[in-house]
């Protein structure tokens, strides 16, 4: 189940003899080579693995202890706190160099020090020059040219049908593919820099699919583009892990989304401009939705609970739900405000939609739940994903138990009526509804999509979310490199 | 009058504070670095096991290698050892693990100095199988460290990442890795481009550091179980149990080094080498290092145990290291019952030479405290030294008596107290006095220790007219009962499981609730006077484990061969399952309790936590005692006698070269700080002062007082037990400053020596030779006749000081302050 192309990391695999650093059950580590030191050292396959085994846990992007990352040549040249961690030539002068040697070097902290043949290398990489090789297109190895080349379906985080109905954007890996229903195209494959895709959303209008997401531990991503040309029109570099929960306000604007950082912004479509942050959450921000006069925004976090700000200015005004009762580790996972009112549907850990105001009526108490209209019949597992039909009649939801799944249809007002899709047996992680209210699609952990009737839940059609090619035999190799 | 001058030449006469030299007095020389000894010649070599099956694609195991000297000496090679094989069956990994090929019959070759031997290989099966999560997925997360407590098995988890502790809970760890953000840690499309697989490697940047690479056997399991799309399956049989090869490490010298092997066995009848799964540690790491890959390393003399973990399941080896013991010879020693000769059995195997039996009067002394509570009177001292019976009699006569006399009432009866937790802020002050008599009349009864159990647990009816019901004023929680039931009936820390599963036991959390379940059904009434009726209610009231939010179902943490009448009252099977013969902890651990109470160390120690990472230092010796206890029908006096009738027990104190830095055999006695009431009682004793506690009737002891909320200032500073909790560390035997203080200057002592009824102004008074009085005061503090030289240089100060109730004052206070006096040795 591999990818045939050059991957990200595999290069690391390459360069693996230098690496041997104190691990639990490291590989072998090569005899010293003399001449080594003499050799011209690779910044990619060398020193930068050495950096990020023993450094870029405490010296990264998201946590930059003492202000320095070590994830790159020019955060080095740029340094810290106490100024630059390279003196290029001179590896004496190098703080970089000063703080890992000695007899007790002061870094790594609480941890064994870097091996001699480490700080050797180096020393020698610093020595000639500190220069950085990256390979240009190693971010860019999957392309639109070289799309992603699945074995099985990949695991689907997210779905949205076009306002038309006619189209169906799916999650993917490094890719969204936006399917035609009716057959007459192949899949249009909006191949980005996430690694990863969390969220997948049809502007109003239909004219720009925004998607969200990144590559963990490294960055998170806006991607916004024009569908009918499969052309990006923004790229928005955020962060240092994924963005999550994209949403539209009414005329298409303006895109709003969460993060691992545990933010909300919201970017201008037009620019792709961020006009709008909010911290008030303490855990990561996985869904948000646009009041319905749009001068809101109501957010859902890991931290279990449902919050207000104001659009503009991202002024936080108040706790929907200070903590979701009965809100298991997980916390709230999606939300989306009813078409037609002031009200919003929120799923999460505990297994139970929820409808609630949006707007306080009553003074707040502390652990209060005012805003609650009601409940609805609760789902085994944890749910994952919520999408509101147009008139907000009804609703789909899809949940988790790790070692299974389920989908059901409910309608807004009368909480005894489900529907529930039959003959899952996956985790279901995404889920839509139609824009004509007759059909919903379900998806998630085993990659393939249900197109299922709305009515009776009856599944109408099954295909994978990407296009899969037969597995080649186990004897191949790992793609290294190249 | 004491002057402090004076003081101080006694000081160093009388070898110093006792309490200020206490710690150098229990301190343990540190044996010298061992020479690693002359180059060694094999003359075979052995391997273990002899013939190897292997079962599956993944099943590779590994064998020891042992090297057997011409002097019949036998050490491991296995680290030095070459594996090889020309069988198509089975190859040979880089570890040095045999693994499968094809199914078949094939040989390896063992090869180490010089030596050679084959063994032969049994593959079964080599069929391609699928990774199993809860077998092979999990113990790596366990064993690289993702779950420990101070990573994502943390309470909170880590960056948002929270597994279960330890991975006790295989499908929370499932769907945190599967279904968590929608799958964000497993990548099927590219499995190498898995955030679990990223963050281990440092692909991508990780505050828990690199734990493994691409290469390694760990990260290509999980990439396999990753790319075969992380399946589960949730009735993939559980290990039973772990077993550890060799299950009693023998290392010669310091640096010698033995691997272990670590078979798992599953319910399905299968067993896993898992030396590389499972989790070492060593108890004590300046005896041995156990490394992660199992390889224990002898660092000094000395006996250690290496802990396993795998899957919830522990497991112990306990390591010997000998040194070296060149001039070690083993002499017959005398041997009173089978307690000698157990003792003596690892005596010998550990190259350990036992001290000679005490003298008479440090036989008498010991016996008396730890018989009666309090030390010998001069009177006793001297009639037994008149007694010219031999010396074996003469002693089983004296502990005979000794367990017939009243003072063996209030001793133990004080222990059970403390144990109980009997105290008049639960029960009342009615209430603590009924208690106490209900344990002080089953002490004097000599009550069988299982009926003793019995009554307490199934107790019901009024606390005043039952006051064993008293048990269940005293705690008040299904919960709490049960935790003071396991640790005082079990010797084992339950406490430790309520929020999560035992991080060192098999104990779950389930089984924290279904054991407390067993006193769910404990209704209690008010009555008049204080007083509460205790019964037992129709419907119990649920005990809820808050983990499934459900009540928990009555049921025993392990089943053992003994019959449980189901249709009784949950007390009364919880009773009869907790006194059974058959249970391996009741009679077990009370017997290891007592034995502390005679030598200051239990066989496994400490004496209530018993667990399978804390192993017995004598196993034979614990099961022998047992055995015989419960053949006895539980009786405690006989436990007593059997124990101190042993020559074990009467050692004297001091030690010599073979058995100096012996702690944990019972080569030579301990000293043990008196106990807080013991101490008050022999400073009354000692000086001759009369008794007058606050709170009881004139004459009582410290040890008869009912409770410690009976306020005496002395004995808190000295330890006596709050009665908050069952553990036996309590009752505190530390040595602190304000202690010295008090004994240097406190009132107690001061007040007791100058007291005019007391042994020294009447002895003055009546008229006597200063030899006279110095023996008198020797007697009176230390239980024994001055020796020679204290009696000439006790004469001498007497002379030159002049005033003989001054000088006496003087001699007694050092006396007291010197470590004869504050150690029971």
Redesign the interface.
Known sequence: ???RLP????L??AA?FV??????????AAPQDAAAAQKKISYYRTVR?IL???C???H?D??REGGLSV?AVSELLKGGEAGASLAVGKPDESPLIQRISGEKPDMPLN?EPLTAEQVLTLRTWIEQGAEDDTPADVVQSITAERP?V???P??V??MDYSPDGKLLAVS??HEVLVHTLDGSAPPKRLVGRS??I?SVVFSPNGQVLAVAGG????FGEVQLWNVAEGKLLHSIILSYD?MFGLSFNNDGTLVAFGG?DNRVRVAKVETGEIVMRMDAHS??V?GTTFSLKNDHLISVS?DRSMKLAIVAGGQFVDNITSITPGAL??GLVDVQRHPTQEMVISVGADGEPRMYKIFREQARQIGDDFNLVRAFQKLP??L?DVDISTSGSKFIVGS????GGAARVYLTEDPAKIVDIPGLTA?V??VSFRPDELQVAVS??D?MIRLCNAETGAVENTFPAAPVTPATPPAAT?AAGG | MITMTNALRWISFVCGLGLLLASSALAQEQPAAESTGPARTFTAIEVYPPELTLSSIRDSRRVLVTGVMSDGQRIDLSSRATVSTQSPVCQVDAAGFVAPVAAGEGVITVEAEGQKAEVKVHVTSADPINVDFIREVNPILSKVGCNQGTCHGSQAGKNGFKLSLRGYDSVYDYRVLVDDISGRRFNRSEPSQSLMLLKPTQGVPHEGGFLFDEESRYYKILEQWIAEGCQYKPDAARVTGIEVYPPTPLLQLRHDQQQLIVIAKYADGTTRDVTREAVFDASNFEVATVSKQGLITAVQRGEAAALVRFEGNYAAAPISILGNRDGYQWAPQPEHNYIDTLVNGKLQRMKILPSAAADDAEFLRRISLDISGVPSTSEEVLAFAADLTDPVTKRAAMVDKLLSSPMYVEHWTLKWSDLLLNRRKTVTERGVWAFRNWIRQSVAGNKSFDQFAKELITANGSAYENPAANYFRIAREPKLVMENMTQVFLGTRFNCNQCHDHPFERWTQRQYYELSAYFADVGRRPLPEGDEFIFTMASPAAVVNPDTNQPADPRFPFTHAGAIDVASTRREQLAQWLIAKENPYFARSIVNRYWSYFFGRGIIDPVDDIRAGNPASNPELLDALTKDFVDSGYDLKKLIRTICNSATYQRSLEAGQWNDDDTINFSHALPRRLSAEQLYDAIIQATGAPRALPGVPAGFRASELPDSDVEVAFLDMFGRAPRESPCECERTSDVSLGQTLNMVNGPTIGDAIAHPQGVIAKTVAAGTTNENLIETIYLSALCRKPSPEESTRAVEYFATAGDAKAAGEDLMWALINSPGFLFNR
Do not use: N
Request: net charge positive; hydrophobic share 30%; charged share 15%.
């Open positions: 189940m591999k990818i991957v990200f990391f595999a690391s695999i693996g690496l041997a650093a104190g691990g639990v059950e490291s590989a072998q693995p990020q085994r023993r870029s846990g405490c990264f998201g946590k994830v941890s992603p699945y074995s099985s990949p695991v985080t997210s993917g890996y690694h990863r969390e590559t963990p531990s490294l994924t691992a855990d990561w996985h890991r580790k997980g597992g944890r994952c988790s138990t790790a070692v985790p992680f995404a998630g952990f990659g790992p």
